[in-house]
């Protein structure tokens, strides 16, 4: 795939950025024709040989449509994570580098739902920047608004997201309340301990009847 300078692209380790030129640049001492790109975030400049374009899986930025789709998943309900913390930034980390805006949005998501019930480690904080960096520059490029203001977008959906969570979260714990105990209610104990002293009480009078009629024969 051939990009033009000016082309609005993502990369999907170092996020979205501008060709800036197309050029042979010095790469460990061997000249080789590169697409610069000028990364929205952080300012890094990355050089891309054109040879490996297919290997970077450098692509252009989404539509807005996509785009509007990616963030409405900040707000979306978030998936279940691994326990263990490793497995859990390794599933983040994927996602953050998959080059897609949905999943991106998705590692954002799940962070943050997580930190609700449970403190964020400093790995998680790590990749919650990184997913959140990535994802602005795209948000910047598509919505034509500085990188500060597309951090603001995603930190407003993020926020929705949260509150939604947590109204769900509370409808759960409600229902689970109002689900009636299997268990026998008072009432229900009080029958029974009626029936039993019921029996009780004709077992005695029958006891009571057999003692009479020995006693008359006796």
């Known amino acids: 795939m051939k990009f033009s300078v000016d082309a609005r692209v993502v990369d999907p380790i170092h996020g979205a950025g501008v060709v800036t030129e197309i050029s042979d640049q010095n790469i460990s001492g ?20 054109t040879e490996s374009l297919d290997d970077a899986e450098l692509r252009p930025v989404v539509s807005k449509a996509e785009l509007d789709d990616a963030l409405e998943e900040l707000s979306r309900e978030p998936d279940e994570l691994p326990k263990d913390w490793r497995r859990r930034i390794e599933r983040l980390k994927e996602r953050v580098h998959s080059g897609e805006p949905k999943e991106v949005a998705k590692a954002i998501r799940d962070i943050i739902s997580r930190s609700i019930l449970n403190k964020m480690n400093p790995s998680e904080k790590r990749v919650l920047n990184e997913a959140v960096n990535v994802f602005a520059g795209e948000v910047a490029l598509v919505k034509n608004i500085e990188s500060a203001s597309a951090k603001e ?4 959906h993020a926020r929705n997201g949260v509150q939604k969570n947590i109204e769900a979260m509370k409808n759960r714990e409600s229902v689970k309340s109002e689900i009636p105990s299997e268990e026998v209610t008072p009432k229900e104990s009080g029958k029974s301990k009626t029936k039993t002293s019921r029996k009780a009480d004709k077992s005695k009078a029958t006891g009571k009847a057999t003692g009479k009629t020995t006693g008359k024969k006796t």
Not at 153 to 156: D, E, F, G, S, T
């Open 30 to 49: 061997e000249m080789h024709e590169c697409v610069v790109i000028e990364i929205v975030v952080g300012k890094k400049r990355v050089l891309v040989p």
């Open 153 to 156: 977008i995603i930190r407003k």
